[in-house]
């Protein structure tokens, strides 16, 4: 497992924190000095939302320090504390009894991410001493595991092309034992995945479609796929500047999927794992394909293509036949699918889509246990047919101007064969920077799918 410096010893000594209530301020603060109840007046503190305030010591050094969590803020609150404190060792010495002790040592984690490939942080992040009753193992794989996915998205095209994306899938493979594979540029046509190959083609480096498999082949078997277009131009019908400046992130679902495979593999879950990643770059070029193209799919049916920018349900629609056709017990796919998600939801909470009322009850309620937001949206059959083509049996696009992550469900969904299957259609990015979720890359549904996994797989 991957090293990371948000943990000390829990022996060390450490300054300790009390995080707050603001409707628990006032008692709260009758029972200690009126030293520090006149410091915490000086500074308007009243235990709101986030707010810290540092209690010197007579030496100068930080005595304790003060955290509001308003009342209605969950846990992740907490990672606010590893975003602003100074660095150092950091213990809670008081917290709201609702705020388990691993979720706080995750959320510490969360917040204490920096991406500093080519920018080094300013300082190192502050440091917390393991909450009492805390599952630090459990803590540490989320962590590592979120941290992997934002540093994935997070890295340019220029250094997280489809090559690179390869290594990085490949790295996590050789660290827990997998097997991997990859098909790549033609040889995506002579095994049958010409959705992936037709998408990619037009690229400098070839499409391809990476295959991540472990564990006891005799365990229920769980599928998991994730979109890989590591830059998005919108191919010929080319999106304007503005929609193309983020791109970088359009292969977030391959690194949550990535992500939640290396959660599975490290906590040594008894299942047996695939991991599908179709990767390419949706690039502008010669040998691109085109809007009004008819292009097969790997499961038999034929696609014409509407919009060259509704790529990634093209390249989903192969690698879901074929994880269907090894019969998975549950199949979950990750992508950063349309910008109707974020109209719908804004950035904070992707919308999911389940064949299965069980599995979606499963993740509506493992969302509040995990403090991980998503909210279930519906795969409506009556918009079915507004994907239908006169020249092929679809088409990548549904009639109308709205309903647009609604018409992805439901075109993947005619690619799926699978009892239990789940859509997470995620923005993969924290426009600003909130407690647990500094701004960029950011992991999305990944809590609550790992919790969703555990809970019907673990024993």
Do not use: C
Request: hydrophobic content about 45%.
């Amino acid at each position: 497992m991957t090293s990371l410096p948000f943990l000390t010893d829990k022996d060390a000594p450490a300054t300790p924190i009390h995080a707050i209530r603001a409707s628990e301020w006032s008692q709260w603060i009758e029972r200690h000095s009126e030293t520090l109840r006149r410091l915490a007046a000086a500074h308007d503190f009243q235990a709101q939302n986030a707010r810290i305030l540092l209690v010197p010591a007579t030496d100068g050094a930080i005595e304790r320090v003060l955290f509001g969590v308003g009342d209605k803020a969950n846990v992740n609150v907490m990672g606010a504390l590893a975003q602003h404190l100074p660095s150092g060792d950091y213990r809670i010495a008081f917290a709201p009894r609702e705020f388990a002790a691993t979720q706080i040592a995750t959320a510490w984690g969360l917040g204490a991410y920096a991406f500093d490939r080519y920018k080094k942080r300013k300082r190192p992040a502050p440091s917390l001493a393991p909450p009492e009753g805390a599952d630090t193992a459990e803590a540490a794989r989320i962590v590592s595991a979120s941290w992997l996915a934002r540093d994935l998205v997070n890295t340019p095209t220029n250094d997280m092309g489809p090559e690179a994306l390869q290594a990085a899938a490949k790295a996590v493979a050789e660290t827990h034992g997998a097997e991997f594979a990859a098909i790549v540029g033609d040889e995506l046509l002579e095994q049958n995945y010409p959705l992936i190959h037709a998408v990619g083609r037009a690229a400098a480096q070839a499409p391809r479609l990476l295959h991540l498999s472990w564990g006891d082949v005799s365990a229920p078997r769980v599928a998991i796929v994730g979109k890989g277009v590591t830059f998005d131009t919108g191919g010929l019908d080319i999106k304007p500047s503005a929609g193309m400046r983020m791109m970088k992130k359009d292969m977030g679902g391959a690194a949550h999927a990535l992500a939640l495979a290396q959660i599975v593999m490290e906590a040594k879950l008894n299942v047996r794992l695939d991991l599908f990643l179709p990767v390419v770059e949706n690039a502008v070029g010669g040998d691109a394909f085109r809007p009004g193209d008819v292009i097969a799919s790997r499961k038999g049916l034929t696609v014409e293509i509407d919009n060259t920018d509704a790529e990634g349900r093209l390249i989903l629609a192969d690698a879901l036949a074929r994880a269907s056709e090894d019969k998975p017990a549950l199949l979950l796919d990750f992508a950063t699918l349309t910008g109707a998600a974020r109209t719908a939801l804004g950035p904070d909470i992707p919308p999911f889509y389940a064949n299965d009322d069980a599995l979606a009850a499963e993740f509506a309620q493992a969302s509040v246990e995990t403090s991980d937001p998503i909210w279930r949206m519906p795969l409506w059959d009556a918009y079915d047919g507004d994907m239908d083509s006169p020249i092929a049996d679809l088409k990548n696009t549904g009639d109308g101007a709205f309903a647009g992550s609604i018409y992805a469900a439901l075109f993947l969904r005619k690619f799926v064969n699978a009892g239990a299957w789940a859509h997470f259609d995620i923005f993969a990015w924290a426009p600003r920077e909130k407690p647990a979720r500094p701004s960029g890359g950011e992991a999305q549904a990944l809590r609550a799918s790992w919790h969703v996994l555990k809970s019907r797989f673990a024993g």
